[in-house]
């Protein structure tokens, strides 16, 4: 059974950070493209990031550039989402991902809530 288990939201303040983890279990991870994306309230989902299978490559949101750090550890089947600065318009509900190739998601976590006060 494929899982994807998100954990590490919480209520931050302006400026602070928080670290996202994303397990994975089920499938063979270290395959596998991971992305993270996000869902404020009242807005649809957009992308974050997203890592390559060995990790090399990595993409992200103009919004996130220079603050936030995707990572992952494939002995660990489990990939990480680095906050930093974190600004009132982060908050939202962060979904992590995985799909076999570069252009699709096969499976979906159930996303861990982010909160940033001002």
């Known amino acids: 059974q494929v899982q994807l288990v998100e954990s590490g939201g919480g209520l931050v303040q302006t400026g602070g950070s928080l670290r996202l983890s994303c397990a994975a279990s089920g499938f063979t991870f270290s395959r596998y493209y991971m992305l993270w994306i996000r869902q404020a309230p009242g807005k649809e989902r957009e992308f974050v990031a997203k890592?390559?299978?060995?990790?090399?490559?990595?993409n992200y949101a103009d919004s996130v550039t220079g603050r936030f750090t995707i990572s992952r550890d494939n002995a660990k089947n489990t990939m990480y989402l680095q906050m930093n600065s974190l600004q009132p318009e982060d908050t939202a509900v962060y979904y992590c991902?995985?799909?076999?190739?570069?252009?699709?998601?096969?499976?979906w976590g159930k996303g861990t809530l982010v909160t940033v006060s001002s």
């Open positions: 991902g995985a799909g076999k190739n570069d252009y699709g998601v096969n499976y």
């Open positions: 890592i390559s299978p060995s990790g090399g490559i990595t």
